[in-house]
Every structure is written in structure tokens, then in C-alpha cells.
């Protein structure tokens, strides 16, 4: 069993409405979706080229799966999940816009977001004593992207290489896309699909603990934790 801490919204909220049947699969049911009919490209294809992340569920990753190692169960986990959502305190960002990211599309932010950043550091340094570290086997999967030295030392370090300085908030969308055409349609496919809710204001209240029940089944969101705390992320973060 694997778990991840990923931002989320609740079930009923527009964003992962919309996330959850872009990708075909609903990870709060575990229930599988109709996706929206594109014209120009068959639902067998467009199921095709979204493989990867209707098995990860609608996401954005702030704590990359990991196994709880030696020593700790779930249990701890969840208590820490609620400690830390009772520290930390809401914010809000300008909104998120649909674009590539290196060869897949995702929802990215519209511009810097110090908070989500900082939101994301506090994620890896507070579930850090849970995970356990990294075997050879997924080391060299990792390692089969071109890594700088800084990231193969946060992959060592911290279980994931694209952290601090190299993390970029996205919620996947697509396979990696080869095929420009396709890449150019699905693109304005998501744009339109996903107008309601992108470039305006997204309040960020909550994250979510997402469960692996054994490698390679589909993730399922186990809890969803509301952010109540007084701290700010970014203020949190220069206090360290």
C-alpha cells in the first residue's frame, strides 16, 4: 500500500466535478465516468491519452506516494494529517489556466504563488518521518528522467526529485502527448471544458490523503482534511 498527499477539494466542488470526468473516474467512489465528448477525436482515444492520470485520480501533488516505512501505521499518519490541518491556515490563489507542462497538459497557476509553494514545502518536511525510503527499483525509474545533481539528491533524500526549488504545482490532465495535433486539440478541448473554473480566484482550504491499495491499482481519496489553522504557509515556512 502506497499513500500521497495531494491538493484536493471536496467531491461536490466544481473544480474536481469537472477534474474527475475530464479523466473518466471519480477516486472519492471509486467509480468510473463518462468523459466529455470531443469532436475531432474518439472517446477510445481520448480514454487512451489519459491513462495515467485517471489512475492517480484528479489531483495536485504536494507529497509524492511513498510506503509508511518501518515502525509507523496509518493511523499516525491520519493523526498527522489532522494536526497539520489544524496548524495551517487557508489561502487563496489568482486561479489556475490550462497549458502544457514539458509534454503533458495540465492546470497550472495563472502566475507565482509563494503560498502554494510554501504550502507544498510544509507538506514534504511534515510527512517526511513517514515515508520509507526508496528501493533500487524505483530509484532507477526515476532516475530514467534526465535529473539535475539537486534533484537526484532530493529523489535520495526526500523520496520525490521535483521539490523546493524545482516544484511546480500541476493537476495532470493527459498522458505525455507526442502528436501535436492531438496535444493542440485536447488543449482546447480542456480550455473549453474547464472555463468555469479557471482564471478566477481559487481558495486552497483543504488536501487530500490519497490511498494505493498495491501497486499499480487506482488510487482512492481515503480523507479529505479542511485547513483551519491560523498559519499561513509562507509565514510557517520562514519561521523554520
Not at 504563488?113 to 507538506?123: G, I, K, Q, T, V
Not at 534526465?146 to 493527459?174: K, N, W
Amino acid at each position: 500500500m502506497r499513500y500521497a498527499i495531494y491538493f484536493a477539494l471536496p467531491a461536490a466542488s466544481e473544480l474536481m466535478q469537472l477534474g474527475n470526468r475530464w479523466l473518466g473516474r471519480d477516486p472519492f467512489a471509486g467509480a468510473s465516468l463518462d468523459q466529455p465528448v470531443l469532436p475531432g477525436m474518439s472517446a477510445d482515444r481520448f480514454a487512451a491519452l489519459t491513462t495515467e492520470p485517471r489512475r492517480y485520480g484528479f489531483h495536485g501533488t504536494l507529497r509524492a506516494p511513498f510506503s509508511l516505512k518501518d515502525g509507523t501505521v496509518e493511523d499516525a499518519l491520519i493523526g498527522a494529517c489532522k494536526a497539520f490541518a489544524r496548524q495551517t491556515a487557508p489561502f487563496e490563489i489568482a486561479g489556475l489556466k490550462v497549458d502544457r507542462l514539458g509534454s503533458f497538459l495540465a492546470l497550472v497557476p495563472m502566475e507565482q504563488e509563494p503560498h502554494l509553494s510554501a504550502f507544498a514545502d510544509l507538506c514534504i518536511r511534515a510527512f517526511e518521518p513517514f515515508r520509507a525510503p526508496l528501493g533500487d527499483n524505483d530509484l532507477a525509474r526515476r532516475r530514467k528522467a534526465p535529473l539535475t545533481e539537486r534533484q537526484d539528491a532530493h529523489l535520495v533524500q526526500f523520496g520525490y526529485p521535483y521539490i523546493f526549488e524545482d516544484f511546480r504545482f500541476h493537476m495532470t490532465l493527459s498522458n505525455s502527448l507526442r502528436d501535436e495535433d492531438e496535444a493542440t486539440l485536447l488543449a482546447n478541448a480542456a480550455r473549453a471544458h474547464f472555463d468555469k473554473v479557471t482564471g478566477k480566484a481559487l481558495s486552497c482550504s483543504s488536501f487530500g490523503l490519497y490511498v494505493e491499495a498495491q501497486r499499480g491499482a487506482p488510487f482512492m481519496v481515503h480523507s479529505l482534511f479542511e485547513l483551519t489553522g491560523g498559519m499561513a504557509p509562507a509565514h510557517a515556512v520562514a519561521e523554520r
